[in-house]
């Protein structure tokens, strides 16, 4: 099962991978030629103290975006699973 979100509710330490960038013609090019496309690996390295803007790895190079860009950017990741749980029998 997979969770979608954008990119600005990554926080740090978590990744996920982009599924779509709709930001507006300008920023939809640039964030592409950044490598922001689809399936591309994401991970939120630092937030700045204010939290605004964050900076993320993207295809190993460090990216600081502020938060109404990082927020026109899609995400999935694999849904965390609650604790296994033992089966009374």
Do not use: F, H, K, W
């Not at 090019?29 to 490598?35: C, I, N, P, Q, W």
């Not at 993320?56 to 502020?66: E, V």
């Amino acid at each position: 099962m997979y969770e979608a979100l954008c990119l600005s509710a990554l926080r740090e330490g978590e990744s996920a991978y982009v599924t779509e960038v709709n930001a507006g013609p300008a920023m939809d090019r640039r964030l592409t030629d950044l490598g922001l496309v689809r399936g591309t690996r994401v991970t939120c390295v630092l937030r700045s103290p204010a939290g605004d803007p964050c900076a993320y790895l993207i295809r190993g190079a460090l990216i600081a975006l502020r938060r109404a860009d990082a927020e026109g950017v899609a995400l999935e990741r694999q849904a965390q699973e609650g604790p296994a749980r033992a089966v009374a029998t």
